[in-house]
């Protein structure tokens, strides 16, 4: 059946799940840096979902979520077997690959779920593939092994020092860049605050930095205009325009306040989503 839930894997309890779905239409044709769009209910909001890998033979597509609002919250009520509602996509711009020699691909939280299929692309195509990722602490760590089959190492900083370096990720990223003076890309996928500090560790280094904006987004189509952001002095919409840009071009500092624009609203929601389930 379309759109059905073939299996759910729990990364994190309670936090982060990822979901295996039979969707031949999107899996046909997804590409690294594409996302879907789903629905729950008739009267549900649609939501974006970076697509973390694809197998068209099968033609199921692999989905990463933090349960952070009330969708989120709900579709991680769902179980094998279950039929997701609607199920759009791919959209969005597919990451720009060609093979170009080493592509430095570093990944956070759960962002490290999107940057795999960019990464599983550039290996792909032929580029050494070097992984940098982090989180706060080993047991947050997502796709390492995953990771390691596509790359030529994977480096990883977390916060409390419990796996690798101890530390960000810019700070493994910069000592790796010091040392290697061959990487032609570097692709960012993770909290704004944690791609806005790359782009300030790649600029000395005229490395051709890509940061992906999915983080932003709402309904995915254009329509709303939530995802709006600065590039180059230019009003984009990372849902159609991007999701992908390039670092060097994108106003962080604008697009952290319009990250907050909804927090009230959405903390709302998911305290009337947390009564109705608990009544």
């Given at each position: 059946m379309i759109n059905k839930i073939l299996k759910k894997r729990i990364l994190i309890p309670g936090r982060v799940s990822e979901l295996t779905i039979y969707a031949p239409h999107i899996a046909e044709k997804a590409r690294p840096g594409n996302f879907a769009v789903l629905r729950l209910s008739e009267k549900g909001e649609r939501i974006p979902l970076t697509i973390a890998d694809r197998d068209p033979e099968n033609g199921t597509i692999v989905i990463v979520y933090l349960v952070l609002g009330k969708t989120s919250a709900l579709l991680d009520t769902h179980v094998e077997g279950d039929v997701i509602l609607d199920l759009c996509g791919p959209l969005g711009k597919p990451t720009e690959i060609k093979k170009q020699g080493e592509v430095v691909c570093v990944?956070?939280?759960?962002?490290?779920?999107?940057?795999?299929?960019?990464?599983?692309?550039?290996?792909?195509?032929?580029?050494?593939?070097?992984?940098?990722?982090?989180?706060?602490?080993?047991?947050?760590?997502?796709?390492?092994?995953?990771?390691?089959?596509?790359?030529?190492?994977?480096?990883?900083?977390?916060?409390?020092?419990?796996v690798g370096h101890k530390g960000f990720v810019t700070e493994v990223l910069q000592k790796y860049l010091q040392n290697n003076s061959s990487v032609s890309e570097v692709v960012a996928v993770g909290p704004v605050p944690m791609m806005k500090a790359v782009a300030k560790v790649t600029a000395p280094f005229d490395v051709r930095t890509m940061v992906s904006l999915n983080s932003i987004m709402v309904d995915g189509i254009?329509?709303?205009?939530?995802?709006?952001?600065?590039?180059?002095?230019?009003?984009?919409?990372?849902?159609?325009?991007?999701?992908?840009?390039?670092?060097?071009?994108?106003?962080?500092?604008?697009?952290?306040?319009?990250?907050?624009?909804?927090?009230?609203?959405?903390?709302?929601?998911?305290?009337?989503f947390k009564k109705s389930e608990a009544s």
């Open positions: 990944g956070g939280g759960t962002g490290i779920a999107a940057m795999h299929h960019i990464a599983k692309g550039n290996f792909e195509a032929g580029n050494e593939v070097t992984s940098v990722i982090g989180a706060r602490s080993k047991d947050l760590l997502l796709f390492k092994p995953e990771l390691e089959k596509i790359s030529s190492r994977v480096l990883i900083a977390t916060d409390d020092g419990t254009g329509m709303c205009g939530a995802c709006r952001v600065s590039v180059g002095g230019e009003i984009r919409f990372a849902c159609v325009d991007g999701p992908e840009f390039d670092a060097s071009r994108v106003d962080f500092d604008e697009l952290m306040t319009r990250l907050c624009a909804f927090r009230d609203q959405e903390m709302l929601s998911m305290e009337l």
